[in-house]
């Protein structure tokens, strides 16, 4: 989704679009939002519904952050808000022959965007009952393999088999793996060669593997 | 994905000027009178019950249909208002007193005189006309209410879907009783609230898919 290269766009360009062209006219308007906006409102989708594309144009980009803010109230994610506007401003283009401008404008606009706003909980509502959010307490608490009690465990119980290993093999896994030392240290310190650690080291990993892995000794 | 503003420039290019819809109550109107007169047709086509006069008389069955009128008309007006956006969720509510009414006269019915099987038996020929009449009345009627009602696919589309077949199913058991010579209380029972819970079920389950082909 490209919501963050769209969400600055509208915030940040429809507000001057929207008062530089309906400044002279709505100017005493603008200040006085609730009873004068709506009766403009009225007036506006009553030309609108005749076919008066400005009166139109002022009416949409006017209720839209109203609708915006009207989202935001119950919807979080920010590129959620603006999916959900935009389907308003959809719905209110396909129905706005019911609109009747004898009736108030608010009321008919709130059922709409309502209707929208719960499409988009309920889909959210699906969504997420499907989807478990990541996070660090629920590494630790909810995977068991993650906890650190078990780690422990496993940790005890590798030690133990590299102890049963017999001895070249052990000092080979101990040198190469628990102490991370390089073959050429390894071989320096202990004097066995290159070649012999490898084989080893192979020999070490595959018997540990057969021990660990038994069914028995899982826990 | 377009941006809002761009949204709005082609919605705005795509202004046609719209026709505004009559008001509810008037459009109500006009349905129920296309039920009148698909009622008519019927009426003509299959010609009354016989003993329809005699049925009239009978405060119980006289009540009983006329509570399946009211609950049909007042459940036509009911869909139609909250058909609009804006208009109070209680019209719904509209059509409910009409409905006990419906319903307590279909029990008072089945309390007092509980006949299982009419003089002459359960006929399947019977049967097979009801459902003639059946479809009849409830397939133009819900149709053109699908189509008057297109709209609200986009809006409420379930609750409008269930009282707009409530107000269907109301209207077809008025032509059932008026029509059909069932004196058999189950096919009575059957007849009225059968079509009227499948009515309400169907539309409950798919009203929304309904409006939305409609709407296409």
Known sequence: MSSKMRRPGPTLSLVPEARDPAAPDRGPTVPDTRADGRLDWSISMASAQAGDRDAYRRLLEAITPYLRALAARHIANRSDVEDTVQDILLTIHTVRHTYDPARPFGPWLVTIANRRIIDVLRRQGRSSAHEIPVEPEHETLSVPEANLQEEAVSARMLRDAVERLPAGQRDAIRMLKLEELSLLEASAASGISVASLKVATHRALKRLREVIGKPGNRT | MTSTPDLIDSLVADAQPVRRLRPPAMRALCWLLFAALVLVLVAVGHGVRPDLMLKLRQPVFFAGVLAALTTGVLAAMASFMVSIPGRSRRWLLLPAPALAAWISTMAYGCLTDWVSIGPDGLSLGETARCFA????????????????????????????????SLAVAAMTAVALSLFHPLDATVLILLWNFGVAALFLAFSGLYGKRLFEWVAR
């Open chain 2, 133 to 164: 009449t059946l479809a009849v009345t409830s397939v133009p009627l819900s149709l053109l209410m699908l189509i008057m009602l297109r709209h609200v696919a986009r809006l409420a589309p379930a609750p409008v879907a269930m009282t707009g």
